[in-house]
Nanobody
Framework: VQLQASGGGLVQAGGSLRLSCEASGRAFSSYVMGWFRQAPGKEREFVARISWSGGNPYYADSVQGRFTISRDNAKNTLYLQMNSLKPDDTAVYYC???????????WGQGTQVTVSS
């Protein structure tokens, strides 16, 4: 599956953004999908995941209560609603197939999120 993330941008602390990840291929609806991020000088980290059916969302402690992951299998699209953004959320965000809290397979192009204080 090929993945393309979008929706990033520059936002002030406390603001919101909604990321999208469009996937190619019919298999998208059968995959557990997740979001990951990589800040400058840091390793890539898990953000959230969602089951193939759209249930059982799971979040990293750092985003719990602020971010919401969802998906629309009819549109082959994964979403990440990000509220109450903090400067520490600044990173390039990627979507990927997910197993546990690890990515599986290719990443595709990420989208930059910058939160100013």
């Amino acid at each position: 599956v090929q993945l393309q993330a979008s929706g990033g941008g520059l936002v002030q602390a406390g603001g919101s953004l909604r990321l999208s990840c469009e996937a190619s291929g019919r298999a998208f609806s059968s995959y557990v999908m997740g979001w990951f991020r990589q800040a400058p000088g840091k390793e890539r980290e898990f953000v959230a995941r969602i089951s193939w059916s759209g249930g059982n969302p799971y979040y990293a402690d750092s985003v719990q209560g602020r971010f919401t992951i969802s998906r629309d299998n009819a549109k082959n699209t994964l979403y990440l609603q990000m509220n109450s953004l903090k400067p520490d959320d600044t990173a390039v965000y990627y979507c990927a197939r997910t197993a546990g809290t690890s990515p599986v397979g290719s990443w595709g192009q990420g989208t930059q999120v910058t939160v100013s204080s």
